[in-house]
């Protein structure tokens, strides 16, 4: 059987194929709008089946509506049960502007060593790892002790619905191994002048705020006979601009932070302080750092007036909220009635998107995760922080059951995460990190299934 260090020139030797493949995914445009019908994630998934097919690789599509396909392969064991899974999302968000792209955003276009497209970063360049690690383990025929999964869902981008979360609720049996692999880390990051790779163990909770500002209608040439919604509109959004959330520093990230020469203890009172110091540095982690310590509101979405000459007697606002794990939809709803507090015509409805969850970090999954990535890096010294992720991943559906999982998707350690402009204008991930992810992805597979 040919060792792990054969099985990584082999990787070396098919750079070409790697980027073919990403370019592949980009270019099936598996937009999800979030508003039904949307998403087309079966194409996609066909392709990758089609593909997996060539060397013999079973997989089945799963369709949670028409066109919403999840998919589920596998390499067989000699146990019969899967010991790894491999996790990526299918969908991408919608490109707003796309006269503002340097490149046709489903073109999968090559330059400056770099893949761009919308969702060339979020999810397919981890899907394009996984899927080529799966790949070489075929083809060189390495016999597993336990299975390998790969799973690639549908409508991550807009809550799971469609995708994690129905497989979870209506075939969790496809979806559970004792360990998964997800996105959602594994970023770089400068750890006083040595190498540091953030593993995000879990993720902060979402919620989604919908807030109606009601006023008086009249015609807009007599504008005083009514009451218009857009100026309560403006104070409304005057206060979530002004809105200050109590901070924390309870997350595991920041009893890490000695790593970063940041020799203060964070505190709430001073985590303010921390971020700025370290923004001109290293503004990822400083990005990073600010989103853990704090509940964010965020107003994404206005709609409202029906015609040009008519006062508007409506306005609403669809806000993103990401929590901190001891913040619910109580927490939420007490902190908005203050806020708006004193506004008259304004309403809100809180929709509870996910829960904040999280895995351990002193797991076999770490040390496999620490060992894959460190041969696969040399000689290079590596400092290990176990983070919080500040958006949301399917991740939320496989850890209620009981699945390990970690999100960390291998970048090159010298690549800025900055410049994957995800969900961005340009967005695109660089060859080399394909390259990376890919030989960690099989690194760790190797390690963790195949028969001793």
Known sequence: MPTLAELLVQVD????????????????PSVNSGFMPTGDETPVCKFVQ???????????????????GNIVAQLESRSGSPGLMFVSHTDVVPVEDQSKWSYEPFAGTI????????????????????????RILKRNDIKLDQGLLLVSFADEEHGGRYGAGWMAEHYPEKITAPYAINEGGGQPADAAGNLAYVVNLGEKGRLQVEVEIKGVSAHASTPWQGTNAMYRLTQVLQRIEAYEPERD?????????????????????????????????DPNMASTLRAASRMTLTPTIINGGIKSNSVPESIHVTCDVRTLPHQDDVYLRAE????????????????????????????????????????????????????????????RFTRPLGVVTYGFSGSHPDDNPMEENVHGTDESISIRTLVTSTKIMLALAYNMLAAK
């Open 13 to 28: 030797s098919a750079v070409s194929d790697i980027v073919e493949l990403e370019q592949s995914l980009v270019q099936i």
């Open 50 to 68: 089609d593909w997996l097919a060539e060397d013999g690789v079973n997989s089945e599509i799963i369709e949670s509506a028409p066109n919403r």
């Open 111 to 134: 330059a400056n060593g770099r893949v761009y497209g919308r969702g060339a970063s979020d999810c397919k360049a981890l899907l394009a790892a996984q899927m080529m690690a799966v």
């Open 249 to 281: 520093t309870s997350a595991a990230i920041f009893g890490h932070l000695s790593k970063f020469a940041i020799e203060d203890i964070p505190t709430p009172e001073n985590i303010d302080e921390i971020v700025r110091d370290l923004q001109e540095k």
């Open 336 to 395: 908005l009635t203050k806020l708006f507090d004193g506004i008259p015509g304004v309403d809100f409805d809180i929709d509870y998107m996910a829960v904040p969850n999280a895995s351990e970090f002193d797991t076999p999954l770490m040390d496999h995760v620490r060992e894959a990535t460190e041969f696969v890096l040399g000689d290079r010294s590596v400092e290990w922080i176990p983070g919080l992720c500040v958006g949301f991943t399917d991740s």
